[in-house]
């Protein structure tokens, strides 16, 4: 099966700090990437579509300039949560997705981020 | 909008007994995805359905991609301890215009040894 891999699995910073995940395919080219966020005991919400070479996709009501997301090559993926809050604690997870013909989105282990 | 509905949203369940949960939307969907994530890990997929009627196995697990293409089912045969965890539906919705896809509330699974 596919590999996805997401790092670092944790983080904790300070209020005010930017802090950056990354999302890697390991083994296929992703041409497509996303990006959820979870709170606890609830589902996974899509942030935005990452699309290499191009600019990302927000879903309604997710700040641009917040999380940033950089998507430069066909296996890597980055958010980059910018002037961090406590209320950006949550687990955020990536998946990637095969190119053309497949649907399947393996995902990342996830990033359990906190903000003190 | 694009919504997914699951039920049932938790379930207790004895070892060796079969599990039923499914999904619903208003909307129609394009391809159906079942996935399992345990806590604090990034989901697993399960199967994945991509035509209407397909019915498809993974070992004991069976999912159905229905007629009206806005509803599906998954099924657990003979549970045992390790099927503990929070299953989610997922789904491409066929209006988006950008590869997208959303999940389901998810259906908290318990096993009684």
């Known amino acids: 099966g596919a590999v996805v891999s997401q790092h670092p699995s944790r983080v904790i910073c300070k209020s005010g700090t930017s802090v950056k995940i990354e999302c890697r395919s390991l083994?296929?080219?992703?041409?497509?990437m996303f990006w959820y966020r979870q709170f606890p005991k609830q589902s996974l919400m899509l942030m935005a579509t990452?699309?290499?070479?191009?600019?990302?996709?927000?879903e309604q009501g997710v700040e641009k300039d917040k999380f940033l997301i950089n998507h430069a090559s066909l296996t890597l993926s980055t958010l980059t949560v910018t002037s961090a809050h406590p209320e950006d604690s949550s687990f955020y997870i990536c998946s990637a997705r095969r190119p053309t013909g497949w649907t399947e989105a393996f995902f990342g282990q996830g990033t359990r981020l906190t903000v003190v | 909008g694009q919504q997914l509905n699951q039920s049932p949203q938790s379930m207790f369940i004895q070892e060796g007994e079969d599990v039923s949960m499914n999904c619903t939307s208003s909307s129609i969907f394009n391809t159906w995805l079942w996935y399992k994530q345990d806590p604090g890990e990034g989901p697993v997929l399960l199967i994945a359905?991509?035509?209407?009627?397909e019915l498809t196995s993974n070992g004991r697990l069976t999912a159905q991609f229905g007629i009206t293409r806005k509803d599906s089912f998954l099924n657990i045969s003979a549970s045992i301890p390790s099927d503990v965890g929070i299953y989610f539906c997922?789904?491409?919705?066929?209006?988006?215009?950008?590869?997208?896809?959303?999940f389901g509330p998810g259906t908290s699974l318990s096993v009684i040894p």
């Open positions: 990452s699309n290499e070479g191009s600019k990302a996709t927000y």
């Open positions: 083994d296929f080219q992703a041409t497509t």
């Open positions: 997922a789904g491409q919705p066929r209006e988006t215009s950008y590869d997208k896809v959303i």
């Open positions: 359905l991509y035509k209407a009627g």
